[in-house]
């Protein structure tokens, strides 16, 4: 997938009004997709390109492959502009507060009587309802979608560790844009499309919901859960490395006493099966850890690969930049920036014929775009 024409979405225009990670991630898996995804930055920029901490990689981690254009559309000609700008695009994108655009006359009741093919697609806090109006935030969504909860000890509700619904918000609206013009090239009409993060993160924890209303049972914190199985944790073995070892079945329960060289525990009627493992697990756990302490990851995780039992050591950010599968899988390849320096970039997780969709254009300057853009309009702003 190295050319714009041979993407799926090669000859769809997007007009993106968005900023922070959630409409900016719905624009670049479209323009991954090859969608030609025009960002609208105002005066001076989007002020995620420059935000700090925490949210220093936002900008570069999800607006790639886009075309960037400043437009005032706080100002009359700003906006005659972007309604013009509009009529030559398939698909709108916008993520600021709830009733910003309405207020612009940029909202989809409004631009879709003069663009009836329309498709605009609203990333908010919530979808219609008693919320609607709230400002939310991907933190904000996470305790009240019992994510937090779910996440963190009892007592102690923990956000994760990335934006998740912001992230996934903008994966739901990807994906009902391409749903709208599958049916607009049936009917012929466009469609506003919402995704919200509040309804996103309640899907997220739909699977504990339905087991409450399965049970009656409130089913408790992730770090509390009871779990199905004896062998499921983290355990800290030589010169404090952590590794996640998963034995789900009597088979990798006796392939891991292999390994770690202890058959005996195999024999031990405590240890019989699972449901008796389970029984005791406190004490297994213990007698493995004790077990597992004087191991090192390095000669260990070869010989679990090995004998098919799941594990995972407990990786770092930072570390994933070196990671073996990502670099020769091609999942994190080098992007030029937008002050002509490199990085490397995450790829969407998918392939397509066995093709990556990758990065075909550097990170946009502020306004790179405006006069290629602009220039083919009656109006400039």
């Known amino acids: 997938m190295s050319t714009e024409n041979t993407l799926p979405l090669a000859g769809i225009r997007v007009l993106e009004f968005t900023h922070m990670v959630m409409g900016p991630t719905c624009g670049m898996i479209l323009a991954d997709l090859g969608a030609e995804v025009i960002k609208v930055e105002p005066p001076g920029g989007d002020k995620t390109r420059k935000l700090p901490g925490l949210g220093i990689g936002f900008f570069r981690s999800f607006n790639r492959n886009k075309k960037s254009v400043v437009l005032d559309i706080t100002s009359a000609a700003g906006r005659e502009t972007a309604v013009e700008l509009i009529g030559t695009c398939d698909v709108v994108l916008e993520n600021f507060r709830p009733g910003l655009m309405q207020e612009l006359g940029l909202d989809y009741d409004a631009l879709s009587a003069r ?14 309802g008693p919320y609607e109006k709230r400002l ?18 009892v007592g102690r509700p923990l956000r994760a560790g990335t934006s998740v619904n912001d992230i996934m918000g903008g994966m739901f609206g990807a994906i009902g844009v391409l749903a709208a013009l599958r049916e607009r090239d049936r009917t012929g009409h466009g469609q506003e499309v919402q995704s919200a993060l509040f309804e996103n993160c309640v899907f997220l924890s739909s699977q504990h919901m339905q087991q409450y209303l399965m049970t009656g049972e409130a089913p408790p914190p992730m770090p509390a859960r009871v779990s199905a199985w004896s062998v499921y944790d983290i355990f800290t073995l030589a010169e404090g490395e952590q590794l996640f070892i998963g034995a789900v079945s009597d088979k990798q329960f006796n392939a891991l006493c292999r390994v770690l060289g202890r058959p005996e525990l195999m024999e031990r009627r405590e240890y019989a099966d699972n449901a008796a493992r389970v029984a005791v697990r406190p004490q297994l756990l213990a007698e493995l850890g004790g077990i597992l302490a004087s191991h090192r990851v390095a000669d260990l995780t070869p010989r679990l690969e090995a004998a098919g039992i799941p594990y995972a050591p407990v990786s770092r950010p930072e570390q994933l930049v070196d990671d073996p599968h990502l670099r ?3 999942g994190l390849v080098p992007m030029q920036t937008d002050d002509g320096d490199s990085t490397d970039v995450v790829l969407l997780p998918l392939t397509m014929g066995g093709r990556r969709p990758g990065v075909r254009m550097p990170l946009p300057k502020v306004g790179e775009h405006t006069d290629e853009i602009l220039s083919s309009l009656k109006t400039t702003a």
């Open 328 to 330: 020769q899988s091609g």
């Open 115 to 128: 663009h009836p093919r329309l498709i605009y697609v609203s990333h908010k806090g919530f979808l219609p």
């Open 136 to 153: 939310a935030l991907d933190e904000v969504v996470q305790m009240m979608g019992g994510l937090s909860y779910m996440t963190g000890p």
